[in-house]
């Protein structure tokens, strides 16, 4: 199989889908891998990295002109769209739930569309979305603090204190990946955190790890509200596997905040938290409403490229292996958690999630295989 490896070009976005590692081990399977001039700059990663391990060096053109999948880091942008080709196996994060746009040039090229985010284990872990859960689950905690900082805008709070003087309150939303490895890290800062989910052997795990240092509430309306009132900082960290986030924090609530808080909407890559969140940049990733800091950057790992690279494909490599190796068809036949990544195919949506958040048809992704 030819397989390609574009360059990311969303707006601050210095990931690479593939390193040299995996290239090295496709080539050795007999598979040819075309590499844009200059895609793993970002990540620390030289094009004469990938030539010594068997790779071509080639334009972006050629990359979408010859390869029969694609592997990217994140979701194509509009003006990827006519690049792409009837048949092509796209792999990457797609989060088509809340980008209906997107979803619409997938069917109408009739890609097959593999996505990171809902590829899923028996257990109903999520392999291919837990390590860049983690980046930004503990990155959270780093940018929240930035911007707390009273040069920022922020209410001018040290997350941990000092003696004689309270640590910040920092509110986690969300039990997951990224509110646990949040907590892990808020709490290492000194700080007061309390997290809430609606999951309760869940909260009970992150109390036996934590102990007193973490406070665990059943996340309720009631209960997120006063959380809210005292908290410095949130970090939204809730998902719905394959659906949009569900928007939990009203615009009202904002009202009762402290002014100068700060909200890292995690989830804004599935459409957000907040009622009052949109997607930013990392380049100007802040913007206020209600006097209340909000952080929304859609691609928070990329900010940390050389970690969330090496992170993110340890992970995905083993698929996009199986994919080259045995094609579609045949690795979701005998793969359930892969064929569960399978989110739209040549021309259909065939995860239910995604068809219900954009009132579409679903259609089994079996009928495919």
């Known amino acids: 199989m030819i397989i390609g490896i574009p360059k990311e070009i969303k707006i601050d976005e210095y990931r690479v889908s593939m390193t040299p590692a995996g290239v090295h081990d496709l080539v050795g399977h007999g598979h040819k891998v075309l590499v844009e001039d200059k895609a793993g700059e970002g990540s620390g990663i030289s094009n004469q990295d990938y030539l010594e391990q068997g ?14 999948m694609i592997v990217k880091v994140k979701e194509p942008i509009a003006e990827e769209y006519s690049k792409l080709r009837e ?8 989060h088509l739930a809340p980008a209906p ?12 569309g593999i996505a990171y985010e809902t590829v899923q284990l028996k257990d109903k872990s999520l392999p291919l979305l837990v390590p860049m859960s983690e980046v930004a689950g503990r990155m959270a905690v780093h940018e929240g603090a930035k911007y707390l900082e009273r040069e920022n805008g922020g209410r001018g709070i040290l997350l941990g204190g000092v003696p004689g003087v309270d640590p910040g309150h920092v509110v986690i939303v969300g039990g997951g990946v990224v509110g646990a490895n949040a907590a892990k890290m808020a709490i ?10 609606i999951n309760l052997p869940r909260l009970r795990y992150l109390d036996d790890i934590h102990g007193s240092r973490l406070k665990t509430l059943m996340s309720n309306k009631f209960n997120l509200r006063e959380s809210l009132a005292t908290a410095d900082l949130v970090i939204g960290s809730v998902l719905n596997l394959g659906a949009r986030t569900p928007r939990l924090i009203t615009r009202e609530m904002l009202k009762e905040m402290q002014q100068g808080s700060v909200i890292v909407d995690v989830g804004i890559d599935q459409g957000g938290m907040l009622e009052t969140s949109r997607p930013t940049t990392h380049s100007d990733p802040i913007f206020e409403v209600e006097g209340v800091i909000h952080y929304c950057v859609a691609n928070m790992p990329g900010a940390l490229a050389r970690t969330s690279t090496f992170a993110l494909t340890n992970a995905t490599f083993p698929y996009a292996l199986k994919l080259a190796n045995e094609g579609y068809k045949k690795a979701m036949s005998d793969d359930a958690a892969l064929r569960g990544g399978l989110n739209v195919c040549l021309g259909s949506i065939t995860h239910p999630a995604v068809a219900t958040a954009l009132g579409k048809e679903f259609v089994k992704p079996e009928k495919f295989l």
């Open 188 to 197: 290492g800062t000194g700080a007061s955190v309390t997290l809430l989910d």
């Open 101 to 112: 746009e997107l979803t619409q040039a997938l069917l109408d090229r009739k890609i097959i």
């Open 55 to 68: 790779a071509d060096i080639v334009s972006r053109d050629d990359i979408f002109l010859r390869a029969e």
């Open 87 to 94: 048949g092509q196996i796209l792999y990457t994060y797609l």
